[in-house]
């Protein structure tokens, strides 16, 4: 194919403030790869870089970290790989040299960058990669290619909390790493998995691609019963609980889900500045694990492996597709929140 000097791309200059702009085609080295995108997922992350939300961003920047595409060029160094693969790309670069890189904890790295947020991602008609970084896809679609990354988080997710056999878990929130999640729950140890989320699109997405083994439909205007009815099914609780809403006030109640001597983990992307308040006796008392799964520690391997093979279903996940230019009608429609994937073409 014949690469242009110049392409489309969403510019960030500042939070809230960006624009499509024609930028030049990036550079490659020869460790690199340029991908020409086909695809490429907004989700939460997004949102927050939009608003400014996050320490993490470097402005100005091109966001977008879920990154579906084919091959455009291949540096002079890399093997493995030739023009017109279909790959996905893992956007974390981890810098490997300080005090938790040396611990081989990846995620924890104190000098973490990432494609779409402190380094040129997605949203744009080209991107750079070191092939190290660069993974094949072969029987799924473009849009279904864009759940590989939030997969991968849903990996760690279940490597942190390190499932049991004969667990009964339940996730709260049905987006669409949640359901993921979900689904690796039951693959992965579980015998019984209740997600609970508000009724609307998600759940109906939750039923059709059987995440779980029972749903509890919450009703928005007064989900007070819903939750009653639940304590009344569960008793005992459930070994694992999975906070997936980003909601501080439902992370604050999902504790009283946990089975004495279960875990919950937090697992969405959540204002820096709300709080909890848990029971410090209580966990004390009912010795509950609270666990943290922030990004993912080179798990795309397997995520690529899961849905290539058809074992994590994601067929309708994504819902909304949109063009560079409708940028700010995805973000609109990400707001919502009753919505499945959304997904951008460049």
């Known amino acids: 194919m014949t690469i242009p000097k110049t392409m ?3 510019y960030y200059e500042k939070a809230t403030s960006f624009k499509l702009a024609t930028v030049p085609v990036p550079q490659f080295q ?19 870089l939009h608003s400014g939300e996050t320490s993490m961003a470097s402005y100005p920047f091109i966001p977008g970290h879920e990154v579906v595409g084919v091959i ?31 611990r081989a904890e990846f995620v924890l790295c104190e000098n973490l960058g990432a494609h779409g947020v402190s380094i040129t991602g997605g949203f744009s008609q080209y991107v750079v990669f070191e092939a190290r970084k660069v993974f094949k896809i072969h029987n799924i679609s ?12 849903a990996i760690h997710g279940v490597d942190r909390l390190e499932v049991k056999v004969g667990v ?35 759940t109906e997405i939750a039923r059709k691609l059987g995440a779980a083994d029972e749903y509890v439909e919450l009703d928005r205007a007064d ?31 999902a504790i009283n889900y946990v089975r004495r001597g279960g875990k919950l ?30 990004a993912q520690p080179n798990c795309f391997p397997r995520a690529v492996a899961y849905l290539d093979s058809g074992k994590v279903n994601v067929k309708g996940l994504v819902t909304d597709v949109y063009k560079l230019s409708e940028y700010q009608q995805a973000l609109d429609k990400y707001k919502n929140r009753d919505v499945g994937k959304i997904a951008v073409r460049p």
Do not use: M
């Open 8 to 10: 489309e791309a969403i």
């Open 30 to 48: 020869p460790h690199e790869v340029l991908i020409k995108v086909s695809c490429c997922g907004l989700c939460g992350t997004d949102q927050h």
């Open 72 to 102: 455009a060029e291949v540096g002079s160094a890399v093997t493995g790989f030739s023009k017109g693969d279909r790959v996905v790309a893992d956007p974390l670069v981890e810098c490997g040299h300080c005090f938790f890189c040396l």
């Open 142 to 153: 473009d849009e279904e290619a864009t759940l590989i990354e939030p997969t991968a988080c």
């Open 168 to 202: 009964e878990a339940l996730v709260i929130g049905a987006g669409p790493t949640g359901l993921v999640l979900a689904q690796l729950l039951k693959l992965n140890g579980a015998t019984k998995v209740v997600v609970a989320a508000n009724k609307g699109v998600k």
């Open 223 to 253: 989900p007070k019963p819903q939750w009653e009815k639940l304590k009344k099914d569960y008793p005992y609780g459930f070994d694992v609980v999975v906070e997936a809403t980003g909601s501080a006030a439902v992370a604050n109640d």
């Open 265 to 294: 983990l937090v697992y969405s992307v959540y204002d820096p500045s709300a709080l909890v308040q848990w029971s410090p006796a209580k966990i004390f008392i009912d010795e509950i694990k609270i666990i943290g799964s922030f």
